[in-house]
């Protein structure tokens, strides 16, 4: 598992499985040469996304930013669809580092698509429960509100598998809230109507989680959006606002979903990479060699 320290906030990976998904929904209108210089393509015309939790440990609690798509919790048309080639075994991991899933106090969900919550639940027997039982699950009031009423569109990534047996769990807040001093969430929609961000500050410094208005580092430029964006030009306004003010104050960007990277910091013109955190785990789609 990949690990950066910042400063007082120990940052661990886990193995909340693996996606391949269609480029071009990935990328939306930008044409494939330009993105595939970017980020590598199989033959099948899919990109690797790891779906790989951050837990944050801070100030003796535990934090979790989103879950995993979870264990035997698609089917098998679902697993062919999504491309999951690895699914969740987040127990696993964080018995590795000594904990079970009672000790997670909070989970900071950016959104509520089945790829980022389906490790929400688990079965037990045939009962699906909270996974993270003792946690308080934040998410944007408006996100928790589609998640229980799925209009035509969002009802495919919506499910109540991963909604139910966690109701009694969840906060909502409605633009910003910070959780505790150095983590806060904020509200940009884009990709959802209620999709959020977080921010986490450490002396002076700060390491940006921008979810899935840009999922992956090749997603820098604010207008490669996604097809899956529901709002897409509210992803291009908040992309353009954030980065703009990230570059000029150097932060640092960490990943759920990018298969190389897990953090990376560019020069202020946002064209030279100048620190970065590779992905431990070789990714199966591989850049193609020179």
């Known amino acids: 598992m990949d690990q950066l320290q910042f400063h007082n906030m120990s ?3 886990l193995n909340g499985g693996v996606t391949s998904l269609d480029g071009g929904a990935m990328f939306g209108v930008v044409p494939k040469p330009l993105w595939s210089r970017k980020y590598p393509v199989n033959e099948k015309n899919q990109i690797e996304l790891a779906c790989e939790p951050i837990l944050i440990q801070f100030e003796d609690k535990n934090y979790l930013i989103d879950s ?10 679902q697993l062919r669809n999504y491309g999951v080639t690895e699914e969740s075994s987040i127990l696993e991991s964080l018995q590795e580092l000594g904990l079970t899933a009672s000790d997670i106090d909070v989970v900071l969900m950016t959104h509520l698509h089945f790829d980022h919550a389906g490790g929400l639940t688990r079965w037990e027997g045939d009962q699906l429960v909270p996974t993270f039982p003792n946690a308080q699950i934040y998410t944007t009031e408006i996100e928790w509100a589609e998640m229980q009423n799925p209009n035509i569109r969002s009802k495919n990534t919506y499910w109540k598998e991963n909604w139910e047996p966690i109701q009694h769990l969840v906060k909502t807040f409605e633009e910003r809230i910070m959780i505790t001093e150095g983590i806060e969430m904020i509200h940009t929609g884009g990709h959802s109507n209620g999709h959020a961000i977080i921010k986490l ?7 940006l989680h921008m979810a899935d208005i840009m999922p992956t580092h090749a997603h820098q430029n604010p207008l490669w959006v996604l097809a899956y964006d529901d709002y897409p030009m509210t992803s291009i306004f908040a ?3 954030i980065l ?3 570059l000029e ?3 640092k960007f960490i990943f759920y979903h990018d298969a190389y990277y897990r953090m990376i910091q560019w020069t202020p013109d946002g064209k030279e990479i100048k620190d970065s955190l590779k992905r431990g785990k070789e990714a199966i789609i591989q850049y193609p060699k020179k």
């Open 11 to 13: 940052l661990t990976w």
């Open 244 to 246: 703009k003010e990230a």
């Open 249 to 251: 104050n150097e932060y």
């Open 239 to 241: 992309k353009e606002k």
């Open 201 to 207: 500050n450490q002396q002076g410094e700060t390491l």
């Open 68 to 77: 995993g798509v979870g264990f035997n919790k698609l089917n098998e048309k």
